[in-house]
C-alpha cells in the first residue's frame, strides 16, 4: 500500500486591491457624482452656490471645436488657450457671465433709474434697459435648469430638493422685501404681519424655478436620447404647459370683470380717520393702471394693504408732476394713483413662468447641439421670431408692459436675452475673450450675495448703524467724505 505524499497546498496571489470591494466604489461614486451633478443648479436665478454647469453635457465628450473652422481661428491664443480651459473646466461659462450682466443692470437701473428715467422702469407701458432686468434672470434660470435635470438618479429626490431651494428664495425674499427692512437712513426694523408683502423678485423667481424645475423633471422623454431629431418630441409636454399657460394668462387679462374698488389710504400720524377712496371701473379686458385684471386678482387674493405701496404708474403724467419721475400729485389726479399696485403680482407671474420655459428650451438646444453652428441657429431663430411677434402684437394693441407682463412684454424681453446670449456665448465661449468678461464672470457666480448686499441696500444700512453720538455721523457718510477728500484737487 503506497502512501500519498503531501497534498500541495496552493494559495492566492495577494491582490493589491478587492475588485469586488473597487467595483462597489466605483458604482457609489458614480451614484454621488450624479447627486452632486444634480445640485449644481442656480438656486436660483441668483445663485447660492457654484454655477459650474457644462457646457457639452455629456463629460464623455468633448465639444467638436475643430470642425467649426468658420467661426474659429485656429492659430488665435485666445481660441487655443480656450480651448485647453474648456477641456479642464466644462463650463458654459457664457451662462456666469449673462448673469453677471444682469445683476450689473440690476445694480445700476437701482442706484441711477432716479438720475436717468430713460433707463428706468417704464411709467406703464413701454420697454426701457430697467424692464429687461427682470426676464434675464428668469430666462438664466430657464437654461439652468435643463443642464442641471439633464440625468437624474431619482425624480422624487430632485422635486424635493428643487421645492426646498424654492423655498429658501421665497423666505429670502419676505425677508428682504416684505418690509422688514426699512431702508437707507432709518436704523428701526420689523414689519406688521397685517401689512407684510408676500410678492418680490425672490418670491417671483422661485415659482417660476418651481414650475420649471418640475417640467424638466417630470415632463420629458427619456434622458438617454439626446438626438436632435427627439428634441420636439421629447419636450412636447413642456410645450403644451407652456401654451396652457400663456391662454389661461390672456383668458383671464382680456376675460375678467373688473368692478368698482376702494381702497384706504395708509394712516399718518396726524391722522384722525383712515381715508377712503374709490376707483370706477365696471369694464373687462382692460390694461389701463386702474382698472386691469392683474390688479384686481391681487386685491381680492393677497389684500390692498399686502400690495406694493409705491407702483410704477404713479410716475405717469397723469398722477406726477414731475413725469417720468415721482413727484406731487396734480390737481384733480384721478383716485388711483395712490392705491398699490403689486409689480410682481399672481396673474403676472404666470406669464413669467413662460420666460422661464423659454430659457428651458434655450437650455435644451446645448443638450441636443454640439457644434457651435448649430446651437447659434437654433437661437437665434426663436429669438428673431419672439421679438417680431411681440411688436406685431405691441403694434395691434397687446401693449409691451413690464407692470403686466403682457404676452407681448414677454416675447420681446425673451428674444432680446436669447440674443444677447448668443453675443455672450460667441464672445465667450467660443473666441475665449475671458479676460475682459472676468468682473461679469464672478458677479455671476456671486450673484445672490450682490443682490443682498447691493440691490437690496443691506450693506449701506449696515454699515449705518455705525455711527459716532448720533445716526447721521455713519461710516457710509464718512467714507463719502473720505472720498470727496481724496478726490477734490487741492489748491
Known sequence: MSKEGPKATHYEPVKSYDEEAESERTSLRKVGESRRHEEEDVELALSFSDSGYNANL??????????????????????NHHRHQQHHTGRLVSLDVFRGLAVALMILVDDAGGLLPMINHSPWNGLTLADVVMPFFLFIVGVSLALTYKKLSCKAIATRKALMRALKLLFLGLFLQGGFLHGLSDLTYGVDIERIRWT?????????????????????????????????????????????????????LYGLYVPDWEFQLPIGESSSAPKILSVKCEVRGDTSPACNAVGMIDRVLLGTQHLYKKPVYARTKECSLNSPDYGPLPLNAPSWCEAPFDPEGLLSSVMAIVTCLVGLHYGHIVLHFKGHNDRICHWMIPSIFLILSGLFLDLFGMHINKALYTFSYMCVTAGVAGILFVGIYVLVDMYGYRRITLVLEWMGMHALMLYVLAACNILPVVLQGFYWKQPGNNIVLFLLWLFLSCSLPVH
Open 200 to 252: 418680490g423678485i425672490l418670491q417671483r423667481i422661485a415659482i417660476a424655478y418651481l414650475v420649471a424645475a418640475a417640467c424638466e423633471i417630470w415632463l420629458k422623454g427619456d434622458d438617454s436620447d439626446t438626438s436632435a431629431t427627439s428634441a420636439l418630441k421629447k419636450y412636447r409636454l413642456q410645450w403644451i404647459m407652456a401654451l396652457v399657460l400663456v391662454f389661461l394668462y390672456l383668458a383671464l
Open 58 to 79: 455629456d463629460r464623455s465628450r468633448k465639444l467638436p471645436v475643430v470642425k467649426e473652422t468658420k467661426f474659429l481661428n485656429h492659430s488665435s491664443p485666445h481660441s
